[in-house]
């Protein structure tokens, strides 16, 4: 192998996310989002790959490059199977089409993404590291739903969870902050992007996550419900004449925030609750609840808590809800402070209290730098 530079592909449902960085220096040389995938110009993904490729060649930086050692992908369900970063093979690529019915609004494009790259440098080697991976140590405990064992397995029905190299990432960082070593640091990481999850980790390991099956259980997200009673579905299948497609995209695409309130931008529904609009304060109120909820859950999973640490586009931009989530509990030892938590910034922060026994902290993620990191180390090995 010769060069240190990573490209990074996070192909998306309707979007697929680029950087380009060296890994020598940890520079980032070129980043980019192609976005509306199949709505105009571009009209699939491997078209959109076409254009990641072109926009890398304006900027002198073609994938064709002798510089570029890997590409690294994001793939989000990685089932039992794959509880590492992976080698892309064929025989890789088969196991994530399997389990494409796991994750029927990621994986898909995450293949697309593999095979098209694949196409273009055939030489390059190419590593999958997977949302689920990080979660892949949760005690038997939390990771089965508590339904008949021959049917859980016989069709893989158990608690993956997600977002698992967020939570990966955020929580050293985190103990970076603090000046700690990881394995000293009991952290609930709460990644609040349009999808959402918490989890708490023990020293550095995952012993219990939101995500459960698909990345539908758990919070309040921008399209998808999480936590629900499983007989709704029942109902709706039997009273309301609903067919399994219908209720599965009421699930992840009609409910959370846009469900009930009609909007899943937090910067909307915050301007909406400026003005008294009543919809948009009812979903604020209920994303906030269940997050209380986890919060408690996971102080009581891990029993010391020493660390809460807020990422992705709403836990590291709004204040409001930082502040609504860990409101009044003192008697938890969690104490935020008003003025830290207002101050902006794109830096690891502190926005607890002198006075709190827990650190509580925003910490920006970076998965295409840990997908990055992963993926080096397994090709420079
Ligand atoms: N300044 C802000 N204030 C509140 N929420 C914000 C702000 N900026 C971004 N967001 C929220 O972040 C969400 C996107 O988060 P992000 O982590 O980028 O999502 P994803 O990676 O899942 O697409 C947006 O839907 C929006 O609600
Ligand atoms: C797994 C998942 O929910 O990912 P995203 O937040 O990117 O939709
Ligand atoms: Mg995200």
Avoid: W
């Amino acid at each position: 192998m010769n060069g240190t530079r990573v490209l990074v592909l996070n192909s998306g449902s309707s979007s697929v996310k680029y950087q380009l960085l060296d890994m020598a220096d940890g520079a980032r040389l070129s980043s980019g989002l192609v976005e509306r995938i199949g709505e105009g110009p571009v009209a699939d993904h491997t078209a959109a790959l076409k254009q990641v490729a072109e926009e890398l060649s304006d900027h002198g930086l073609g994938l064709d490059s002798p510089e570029l050692a890997a590409i690294g992908h994001r793939v989000v369900h990685g089932g039992t199977r794959f509880t590492e970063p992976a080698l892309i093979t064929d025989e890789v690529v088969e196991e994530i089409e399997k389990l494409v019915p796991l994750a029927p609004l990621h994986n898909p494009a995450n293949v697309t993404g593999i095979k098209v790259a694949r196409a273009l440098r055939p030489d390059l080697p190419q590593v999958a590291v997977f949302d689920t991976a990080f979660h892949s140590t949760m005690p038997e405990s939390a990771a089965r739903y508590a339904i008949d064992t021959g049917t859980a397995d016989r069709f893989g029905v158990r608690r993956y969870g997600f977002h698992g190299t967020s939570h990966a990432y955020v929580s050293r960082a985190t103990a970076k902050l603090l000046g700690k070593d990881v394995s000293e640091l009991n952290t609930i990481v709460l990644h609040l992007g349009n999808g959402a999850s918490a989890s708490a980790v023990r020293g550095g390991v995952c012993v219990d996550t939101s995500m459960g099956l698909t990345p539908l259980e758990g919070l309040v997200m921008g399209t998808r419900s999480g936590d629900l009673d499983p007989a709704a579905i029942f109902h709706l299948s039997r009273v309301g004449g609903m067919s399994t497609d219908e209720i599965d995209t009421l699930l992840n695409k009609r409910s959370g925030l846009i469900g009930l309130c009609g909007d899943n931008d937090m910067r909307e529904i915050g301007r909406r609750m400026g003005e008294g609009d009543e919809a948009a304060q009812l979903a604020f109120d209920i994303y906030i609840h269940r997050l209380r909820k986890y919060v408690g859950a996971y102080t009581a999973v891990l029993g010391r808590l020493d660390a809460i640490a807020f990422t992705a586009g709403v836990g590291e931009n709004s204040a409001a809800v930082r502040e609504a989530a860990l409101r009044d509990l003192p008697a938890f030892g969690i104490e935020v402070d008003a003025v830290r938590n207002a101050v902006r910034g794109s830096a690891a922060r502190l926005i607890s209290a002198e006075s709190s026994r827990v650190a509580v902290a925003v910490v920006p993620t970076d998965e295409e730098l840990e997908i990055a990191s992963q993926t080096f180390d397994l090709v420079s090995d």
